[in-house]
């Protein structure tokens, strides 16, 4: 991990700013861990992903969907594909169609919430810096193994978007796809973005509608969603901030998905 991302990160829990150490073990390795400066809070890697979050903690919303994600992460590259071939739009056209709206510019740093498998940041320019969290250890398992196929550096980190462990305007541009609308507290999801993000940048957040889990209802999982949930798939305007500007919402792909985007004000 660069000094650069260090110097992003801080506690999710304090917001104190973090410190990467080291320790030698009693079998001679040296194991990494990040440091709260003032409290001494530890955040321990595995497989080289920094962990910000115990699943244990786990509840609600946030439970069934880590449990849906976890029995399907292995397929859902292929599944997607096949959703999106079915809709008749390929999936690259249906990624760009939300990409298109973010704003990159040289040596940006881009943050995906629910950065799954990776492919959404795959997309992006090469001359932006990349970081992703998520909920999901086997989406990111899965995203790992998918940037050393694509030969792209992305920084991955396991935790919740409830609390995010970066600083206060740490990125340039942050987007989240899939997912929110099972969050257990979306508004402070929502809340979390727009603290990361600079001021002056967009935030887009893309999700399914209720249409979308209708023509999927024949699945159980998409049925069981559809039944506990029912009124959560739509854009959660009314969680923005009113002092966002230029909030706008639309759908894609004949209203499967919803698109919600909005600008953090420069003041």
């Known amino acids: ?8 990160l801080c506690s999710p829990d304090t917001h104190e700013p973090l410190a ?70 390929g999936e690259t056209n249906f990624r760009k169609q939300y990409l298109q709206l973010l704003e990159f510019k040289k040596n940006d740093r881009v943050l995906e919430v629910s950065v799954g498998t990776g492919t959404n940041l795959s997309l992006t320019p090469k001359f932006v810096r990349c970081y992703g969290i998520d909920l999901s250890w086997e989406m990111l398992s899965r995203c790992q193994k998918n940037l050393v196929r694509w030969d792209r550096k992305i920084e991955l980190f396991f935790g919740n978007a409830e609390a995010l462990p970066f600083i206060d305007h740490a990125f340039d541009v942050v987007f989240q796809v899939g997912g929110i609308n099972a969050f ?36 159980r999982p998409f049925r069981t969603m559809l039944e506990q949930w029912g009124d959560r798939f739509e ?13 706008r919402v639309g759908t894609l792909i004949y209203g499967f998905f919803y698109i919600l985007s909005f600008r953090k004000p420069e003041n």
């Open 1 to 8: 991990m660069d000094p650069e991302t260090v110097s992003i």
């Open 20 to 89: 990467l150490q080291q320790v030698q073990t009693p079998d001679g390795y040296f194991e990494r861990y990040l440091e709260a400066v003032d409290t001494g809070q530890q955040f321990f890697f595995q497989n080289g992903i920094p962990v910000f979050y115990d699943v244990s903690q786990l509840t609600e919303t946030d439970l069934h969907s880590n449990t849906f994600y976890q029995k399907t992460a292995k397929y859902y590259d292929l599944g997607l594909k096949i959703l999106a071939g079915l809709l008749g739009k």
């Open 184 to 219: 257990n507290n979306r508004a402070k999801a929502i809340e979390e973005m727009i603290r990361v993000a600079r001021p002056g940048s967009k935030i887009v957040i893309v999700d399914e509608t209720a249409k979308l889990l209708r023509g999927l209802s024949w699945i």
């Open 235 to 247: 854009a959660p305007v009314n969680l923005v901030p009113p002092s966002m500007q230029e909030l």
